[in-house]
């Protein structure tokens, strides 16, 4: 079992920078691939950010690429969400998931995920 814990998310203005941590829980957090999801109001939950379990890949949704970095610790079971030059559309609830598929642990994709966190709200105001 692997628990998830996010941090770091908040009020920013368009334009402006967050970054997001999420910690787990448990001694598999360097076998998994580690995801960032959203849900903007009234919306369906997408795809934001995949990392491979060594760090060295990694996939972006177009709507983030360039401005978006996910990064990983592995020595602190802890992966990261740099967000700049955010836009008014980056608001939402920013989910961490860990996924065990093969295409994640690549750092390709991930359209699902075996744990989640419960979520942090990130508020981007013009």
């Known amino acids: 079992q692997v628990q998830l814990v996010e941090s770091g998310g908040g009020l920013a203005q368009a334009g402006g920078s967050l970054r997001l941590s999420c910690t787990a829980s448990g001694r598999t957090f360097s076998s998994l691939g580690m995801v960032w999801f959203r849900q903007a109001p009234g919306k369906e939950r997408e795809f934001v950010a995949v990392i491979s379990i060594g760090g060295a890949t990694t996939t972006y949704a177009d709507s983030v690429k360039g401005r978006f970095t996910i990064s990983r610790e592995n020595s602190k079971n802890t992966v990261y969400l740099q967000m700049n030059s955010l836009k008014l559309e980056d608001t939402g609830v920013y989910y961490c998931?860990?996924?065990?598929?093969?295409?994640?642990?690549?750092?390709?994709?991930?359209?699902?995920?075996?744990?989640w966190g419960p979520g942090t709200q990130v508020t981007v105001s013009s």
């Open positions: 998931a860990a996924d065990r598929s093969t295409a994640a642990r690549f750092g390709r994709m991930s359209t699902s995920a075996d744990y």
